[in-house]
Every structure is written in structure tokens, then in C-alpha cells.
């Protein structure tokens, strides 16, 4: 079965500077990729997404990601970040082949950007 | 485009009472709709995905008889959290897939349900 992994629970950063949020996966075979981000209390809206072609994706609000498929990863980078970023990023990977027709979106623990003004 | 709502946003009720929560998809149809769970500082637990006009296909560990979810039509999806305790209490969320879109859901703003 497909597991995400975000290894950082919590990543502070003060404001303008750069920050990479770290995602890897288990699959090795194709996958679909997705950044969400959630605000306190609200529902997931999709940053970015990776279904096949070049391996760079460029997102809302200055996200980007990029594929790493020998690493299975697929890391989220801001080169700079704002107050307003502060929120929780989660990776999520689903199967473009699914069996059935019940296919997931399985999601990863999520990690907590803080932006230090 | 692509907008998913919920009702109610928030609801607060007494253990051993049901709830109703509506998921309604409002510019697209969804064929596919699907119910998570997630608790405070958690990521997202699937508890089941339904079809339009077929029975939900539940998560293992999630109670059927407890959650029922209804898709009665491309636009509307219901969970009904029956004979609620305060374990139950949790933010809801529901998301929705259109015709043609395999890969992308849309999600719904959340239900915060609080069982006293």
C-alpha cells in the first residue's frame, strides 16, 4: 500500500526567507502528486500537483515542487516566504491505475509552516 | 469554478443524538464524493468514497451502521453520524470529483462537530 512521509512536523522560518517542506512516498510505481494547504479551520486547497511530464511544478502563491523519481520524493519550495503562508502543507500521492474504481488519495502527516515575522 | 460546500460548519449536539452533514458539489457533478475524518493536529483519515446512486465503500475500522453517507444525486452527499458519543466529536471534511477529472478532488470547508 502507498504511505507519504513528511519528516518535518514543524518548520518555523522567518519571513523572506526560502523554505523547502519535505515529502517522499513509497510507491514505486507511477503516481499522481499533490501540495495542499490548510488554514486553520477550513477545508484543503490544492497548491500544486504532479501527474506526468516535467518533473518541475509550479503552483499557487509562489509553490513550487519538484519530482524526484529515483527518490521518490517530492519536495515544496517557497524562495520566499509571507506571514500569510503560516498554515498546514500536506502531501498527498494517488494511483493513476487504480484497480477499482474506488481509488485514494492518501495523505501524510502533514507539517506546520510558521512564519516568524 | 470547481466549488464544494458543507452544511452546517459547525454543529454541536447531545450524545445519543444523530447529525446530519451535507456535502454539495455546486458548479460541477460530482460522480465520486468522499468523507474524511481528521482530528486536531492529525492529517486526514478516508473514511469512505461513494459513487452516485451506489452504496459507499467504507474504510476498514469505520462503522457503517454509525456513518451513513447517502449520494442520491451528482451534487449532494450526506453523512449522517448516528447515536453520536463524544468520541465522535472531530472536524469532518468532504471532497468531490467531477466526470473526467480521475486525478483531482475538490474539497469541501470542513464540519466541526462537537458531542457534549
Known amino acids: 500500500a502507498q504511505s507519504v512521509t513528511q519528516l518535518d512536523s514543524q518548520v518555523p522560518v522567518f519571513e523572506e526567507a526560502p523554505v523547502e517542506l519535505r515529502c517522499n512516498y513509497s510507491s514505486s510505481v507511477s503516481v499522481y502528486l499533490f501540495w495542499y494547504v490548510q488554514y486553520p479551520n477550513q477545508g484543503l486547497q490544492l497548491l500544486l500537483k504532479y501527474l506526468s511530464g516535467s518533473t518541475l511544478v509550479k503552483g499557487i502563491n509562489g509553490f513550487e515542487a519538484e519530482f524526484n523519481k529515483s527518490q521518490t520524493s517530492f519536495h515544496l519550495r517557497k524562495p520566499s516566504v509571507h506571514i500569510s503562508d503560516t498554515a498546514e502543507y500536506f502531501c498527498?500521492?494517488?494511483?493513476?491505475?487504480?484497480?477499482?474504481?474506488?481509488?485514494?488519495?492518501?495523505f501524510g502527516p502533514g507539517t506546520s509552516l510558521s512564519v516568524i515575522p | 469554478g470547481a466549488v464544494v460546500s458543507q452544511h452546517p460548519s459547525r454543529v454541536i449536539c447531545k450524545s445519543g443524538t444523530s447529525v446530519k452533514i451535507e456535502c454539495r458539489s455546486l458548479d460541477f457533478q460530482a460522480t465520486t464524493m468522499f468523507w474524511y475524518r481528521q482530528f486536531p493536529k492529525q492529517s486526514l483519515m478516508l473514511m469512505a468514497t461513494s459513487n452516485e446512486g451506489s452504496k459507499a465503500t467504507y474504510e476498514q475500522g469505520v462503522e457503517k451502521d454509525k456513518f451513513l453517507i447517502n449520494h442520491a444525486s451528482l451534487t449532494l452527499s450526506t453523512l449522517t453520524v448516528t447515536s453520536a458519543h463524544p468520541e465522535d466529536s472531530s472536524f469532518y471534511i468532504c471532497?468531490?470529483?467531477?466526470?473526467?477529472?480521475?486525478?483531482?478532488?475538490?474539497f469541501g470547508p470542513g464540519t466541526r462537530l462537537t458531542v457534549t
Open positions: 471532497s468531490a470529483r467531477s466526470r473526467g477529472a480521475s486525478y483531482e478532488q475538490y
Open positions: 498527498a500521492v494517488s494511483d493513476p491505475y487504480p484497480k477499482t474504481s474506488y481509488d485514494k488519495v492518501i
